[in-house]
Every structure is written in C-alpha cells, then in structure tokens.
C-alpha cells in the first residue's frame, strides 16, 4: 500500500466549528488532493497541491481551505462546518502526468 | 456535462460470466486512463490503467481504449463474487484526475 495516512478516521462536530483534516505521504509525491465522495455524484475534487505552498481550487471548494507546508503534509480545513459538509473525505497523491493517484483509508466527517 | 460518465448501473452477472463496464469522457486532450475497485467503506484501490489506443490485459481484467470515441471500457472476465464492488473510471487531464460517480457490480453465486 502507498503511504498515506489520514487522520482522523472519524470525526463528528458541531455546525459552525472550524474542523482540520490531515493527510501525510511517505511517497514523496508532488500532487496531493482533497476529494469529498457522497451518494450519487462520486468523487468530487476540493482542492489540490502541485507543490509545497502551490495550491489550487477544485470543482466544489467554496467552504474550505488548504496548506502545504511540507511536501508530506496536505492539511484540509473547514473553516465553518455546515451539515452540507457531511461527507467522506480522501486523500490522494500522484506524479505528474501518466501516473496513477493513490488514495489515503478516508475520513468520515459527520457535521450536526 | 460531466468530465466523466459512467453507467450508474447496478450490474448483475452470474459467477464466471464476463462484466463489462464502460465509460465516456470529454476531454480530447486526456492522456491517462484509469479503472478503480471500491469496497464498500473502503477507498478506491487501482486495478488498471491505459495511455494508450488499444486494449491492454492483466489477469482477468481487460481496458480498452479508444481516444476518436473518447470512450473506456473494462472487462472481468470469470467473474468472482469478490468482484463485486463498485467500479469507478478516472481521467487524468494533466493536474486534475476526474471520476466518474461508479457503476455497482454484483456477481451472484
């Protein structure tokens, strides 16, 4: 299995709490991403990273934010958790180009 | 319309019969090629991957690829009742990797 580790595996909050997720590499990998999957619409990006301090919106990132400090630490951040945020969250990483994306265990992020 | 489109299904097939999944994307300019396997609960894990026209096996498994049709398909053959799971495609469009919402596979004993 890749390196990747997701933390926390579960997490319930309260609406309105800022909530930070974390995914770490050992891969040394360039991408990271954040994807949220619900029912019926799949895997949806958030956002990405293409490099240390170099981030970039996805399809569906109004609500969170993102930080790469290190080239092993993708951070995700729900700055106001709302129920709509509900979700399972992955992440994954990649080399640019022709190559796969691995993907972390995910988290299960419950917002009530 | 969607990058990626897969039929949601679900897809029932007898134990030993052959699956048949496919997928169609938008972006001509899309150079890799992706099948995934999820588990319920769990995470994606890739099972094939294609770059280039043409089929391309490995086992069971077989991705075609036709870049003029903008369209990928995976067969299982033999399947297992361990194959069932849902099958999602993904396209690399250089940065970004986009999926499809999956298609469920049940192999019936």
């Known amino acids: 299995d890749a390196g990747i580790t997701q933390s926390p595996r579960h997490k319930v909050t309260e609406t309105g709490t800022p909530v930070t997720l974390r995914c770490h590499q050992t891969e040394n990998h360039r991408y990271m991403y954040w994807y949220r999957q619900d029912p019926g619409h799949g895997l949806r990006l958030i956002h990405y990273?293409?490099?240390?301090?170099?981030?970039d919106k996805g399809e569906v990132s109004d609500g969170y934010s993102v930080s790469r400090s290190k080239t092993e630490d993708f951070l995700l951040t729900l700055e106001s958790a709302t129920s709509s945020q509900t979700s399972v969250y992955f992440c994954a990483i990649s080399e640019p180009w022709r190559t796969e994306a691995f993907f972390g265990q995910g988290t299960r992020l419950t917002v009530v | 319309q969607k990058e990626v489109e897969q039929n949601s299904g679900p897809l029932s097939v007898p134990e030993g019969a052959i699956a048949s999944l496919n997928c169609t994307y938008s972006d001509r300019g899309s150079q890799s090629f992706f099948w995934y396997r999820q588990y319920s609960g769990k995470s994606p894990e890739l099972i094939m991957s294609?770059?280039?026209?043409g089929d391309k096996e490995d086992g069971r498994f077989t991705a075609q690829l036709n870049k003029a049709s903008q369209y990928v398909s995976l067969l299982i053959r033999d399947s297992q009742p361990s194959d069932s799971a849902t099958y999602l495609c993904?396209?690399?469009?250089?940065?970004?990797?986009?999926f499809g919402t999956g298609t469920s596979l049940t192999v019936i004993p």
């Open positions: 294609i770059y280039s026209n």
């Open positions: 993904a396209v690399n469009t250089g940065n970004q990797f986009y």
């Open positions: 990273s293409y490099g240390v301090k170099d981030t």
